[in-house]
């Protein structure tokens, strides 16, 4: 189950999900308001992109768009979708097997039908059965034509598979809120990463890959505060500033709850630092109105911890490490950036 909401927050979403359920021209069932839950409670980027999009065209949804969007965006990839794609893959290569064994087959007949011809020429008065050559011509030929066909078809089903697994894929590395990479997909980097040849095992200290770890300050006091809602505001907020600074190799990273990561695999550690105080600066620097009013937010900041990966450690150390910094910071009286002893 991928909601955690409260009863409050979830009452709050199903209070703005229904109008816009009644506006549009779709059944109102479970599909639906799933669509729109998940689309006032901003949990799902995609998704929220893909329905701006269409709404974009100024008439009501239908039916089929809902079950589309549904299908696409929100829908789970369970076990058994993962096993219906392996089956998809079985059919269309048992499909392939049928139909070149039936190529197989017409053209053994084919070169039967040649040997006989060739054997019966010999016989004195004999003659070619030109009927039979074209028949066993033809039949070949049409044989040929289904499979170069069917190779085609099969061949668009295999890349429509392909796309689904690769969008399955992708969405399981993604935080539904932010956008960011999550905890796995982070993992995932921070392995190709430290196991890749070059930085990772380079004794120069500037070429190491470094890791910055930033936490929002009193996090726990704007939800008491303002809400969860607006608390996720706030960590939509925290993401989208990383996501306009981190470029190249870059990952930022939703790490869990309030807390981020940015992987920094080409930046020295004097970067990661000026990378940090540019962040803290920036989030320091904004406000973020409260619904659709024009209250804003008390100060939001964050506190930070950098460090340089030392070659040979483990990939949990070098987080630990991180982490170590960023309670430096947050002990050192928070909005600051402080960087772990190499």
Not at 68 to 85: G, P, Y
Not at 132 to 137: F, V, Y
Not at 236 to 248: C, M
Request: glycine share 8%; with cysteine.
């Amino acid at each position: 189950m991928k909601y955690n909401h409260s009863k409050t927050e979830s009452a709050e979403y199903l209070r703005l999900a229904l109008p816009l359920m009644s506006r549009h021209d779709a059944p109102l069932h479970p599909i639906s308001y799933a669509v729109w839950y998940e689309y006032v409670s901003g949990m799902n980027r995609a998704l929220n992109e893909a329905v701006d999009a269409l709404t974009a065209r100024g008439t009501p949804l239908q039916k089929d768009d809902i079950e589309a969007l549904f299908n696409r965006h929100v829908a789970d990839i369970t076990n058994e979708a993962a096993a219906s794609i392996s089956h998809e893959f079985q059919r269309i290569v048992g499909a392939i097997s049928t139909s070149t064994g039936e190529v197989i087959k017409e053209s053994d007949h084919f070169g039967q039908t040649l040997l006989d011809i060739e054997r019966n020429s010999s016989l004195p008065g004999a003659t070619i059965d030109i009927k039979a050559l074209i028949a066993s011509t033809q039949s070949m030929q049409a044989s040929t034509s289904s499979l170069k066909t069917k190779l085609a078809e099969s061949q668009r089903e295999i890349e429509a598979l392909r796309e689904e697994v690769t969008r399955a894929r992708d969405a399981s590395l993604i935080d539904a809120l932010t956008g960011l990479t999550n905890r796995r997909g982070f993992d995932q980097a921070l392995a190709a990463c430290l196991g890749s040849p070059g930085a990772a095992d380079k004794g120069e200290p500037a070429a190491q890959p470094c890791l910055l770890m930033c936490d929002i300050d009193h996090f726990k006091r704007v939800n008491d505060t303002y809400g969860h809602l607006f608390g996720d505001r706030v960590i939509r907020a925290v993401a989208q500033v990383l996501k306009e600074n981190v470029k190249g190799r870059d990952t930022a990273v939703r790490y869990g709850g309030e807390e981020f990561i940015v992987l920094l695999p080409d930046t020295p550690l004097d970067g990661a630092r000026a990378l940090g105080e540019k962040l803290r600066r920036t989030i320091e620097g904004g406000r973020i109105k409260k619904g659709g009013s024009e209250d804003v937010s008390a100060r939001i900041t964050i506190s930070l911890g950098a460090t340089r990966y030392i070659p040979g450690e483990s990939a949990a150390l070098f987080i630990e490490r991180a982490d170590k910094a960023l309670y430096a910071a947050k002990n050192g009286g928070r909005n600051q950036v402080c960087v772990a002893a190499a």
